[in-house]
């Protein structure tokens, strides 16, 4: 399983406000623009750490390959959804 973890301060420098949403579909719609099968996404948020910069929207995508992994996660790099 392939663990994302988005910052939620730059999901909402990106979105807006609390458009967590987005993020989610912004992600689920670069895979299905690569052509690549429908992959279960769960989503939970990590907000336990004193020091909000460091809360983050999770995403955990099912079977990912680790190659569409990468790229993802280099792909979230550049839209300013990663650390």
């Known amino acids: 399983m392939a663990v994302f973890r988005l910052p939620i301060r730059l999901i909402r420098e990106r979105f807006g406000g609390d458009n967590f949403d987005d993020a989610g579909d912004w992600a689920d ?8 099968r429908r992959y279960r996404i769960e989503y939970s948020f990590d907000t336990d750490h ?13 079977g ?7 790229a993802l996660r280099r ?5 300013g959804l990663g650390d």
């Open 29 to 36: 719609g670069w895979l299905r623009d690569r052509g690549e």
């Open 50 to 62: 004193a020091n909000p910069w460091f809360h983050a929207m999770v995403m955990r995508i099912e």
């Open 64 to 70: 990912l390959p680790d190659a569409v992994g990468e």
């Open 75 to 79: 792909r979230l790099a550049e839209e």
